[in-house]
């Protein structure tokens, strides 16, 4: 979270300088080698940036491991603690599914999606920020387009959760049943049922091949919605400005007219308002397929531990 808000900082910046620089070039025809220390500066800046950005990545997968690794020590805690007896109610395929596939799905929760929830707040509301001093009526039609995108982003994954439990049970079940034919083999080809159980298997792949498609297509959507939208609002900013230099607007500008400085400034800035935001709907599976995997690790760690009782004594004649 340091990170990505140190990187947009440096964002705001790296935009100001670049329209200042433009400004001069293509409107006070100042030379071009005049401005070398200019683009010395902003080369530095994207460099800088650049090493925030592989900063955060390492941060994020570091404490996603650290957190994966630390549930998998808690569940094979609890498999030690419940013993072969508990361990045999279920095929061998199912614990390693648990352990493996459903543990893994939690990384990009914690990694991405959970600091990305902040991070969402905090960049667009730096960028407000640095707008509205410059031209109100830009940062007004920010402000106005911004909430549109989280709004969908709900709608369109409301049944994503529900989608990942569902495939997740497919797999523990395909898991569990493809590992018992594979270990009892001998037994199937002596009574001639191997056609038959690989028929069994290639159904149960089927069905979970059509949930999975069922989550991408999930998936797929939430990023179309999240991608029009944005590109909608970004091209409402432009057509602002394209109708406030040719003087068929003239508000905004606290009494001033628009500059090519302030247009470009803004318009550099405006995809990355909304860039936050997409990448929340990006990583916004991720947070489905987390609850999806946590309902059967919390199922699997809160599930009693039945006590056996021995029977009575009998002394031995």
């Given at each position: 979270?340091?990170?990505?808000t ?24 100042v030379?071009r ?26 941060c994020a ?37 648990l352990?493996q596939?459903?543990?893994?799905n ?32 830009a ?19 409301l ?29 199937l ?8 159980e ?12 059509e ?7 999930m ?38 007219k ?8 803004v318009?550099l ?16 599976h ?21 006590a ?8 031995a004649?």
């Open positions: 979270m340091l990170c990505g140190l990187a947009g900082a440096l964002l705001l910046l790296q935009a100001w300088w670049l329209a200042d620089i433009l400004h001069r070039l293509i409107i006070d025809q030379p080698a005049t401005l070398w220390p200019l683009f010395t500066g902003l080369l530095g800046l994207m460099l800088l940036r650049g090493l925030l950005g592989w900063g955060r990545e390492y997968y570091a404490a996603g491991a650290a957190i994966r690794q630390q549930i998998r020590g808690q569940l094979l805690a609890e498999m030690t603690r419940r013993g072969p007896a508990f361990l045999q109610q279920k095929p061998a395929g199912s614990w390693a599914s352990l596939e459903q543990t893994e939690l990384h990009d929760f914690y990694a991405r999606y959970l600091p990305q929830t902040r991070l969402s707040g905090i960049q667009p509301l730096l960028i407000l920020i640095a707008v509205f001093p410059v031209n109100w009526a940062g007004l039609i920010l402000a106005v387009t911004a909430p549109l995108i989280p709004l969908f982003m709900i709608l369109t994954g049944g994503a959760a529900d989608a990942n439990r569902r495939n997740f049970a497919a797999l523990r079940r395909l898991s569990g049943h493809f590992l018992d034919r594979l270990r009892g083999m001998d037994t080809r002596h009574y001639q049922r191997t056609g038959a690989a028929k069994v298997i290639a159904d149960a792949s089927e069905d979970f091949r949930r999975t498609m069922e989550v991408l297509r998936a797929f959507l939430s990023s179309a919605v999240l991608e029009f939208f944005a590109s909608v609002a970004i091209a409402v900013v432009a057509v602002y400005f394209g109708f406030t230099y040719l003087e068929h607007l003239n508000f905004g500008g606290y009494g001033s628009a500059t090519l400085f302030t247009g470009l400034f318009l800035l405006a995809p990355d308002f909304y860039l936050p935001l997409r990448e929340l709907g990006t990583h916004y991720a947070k489905a397929q987390a609850i999806g995997a946590a309902d059967e690790i919390e199922q699997f760690l809160a599930e009693p531990l039945l056996v009782e021995s029977g009575p004594q009998h002394p004649f």
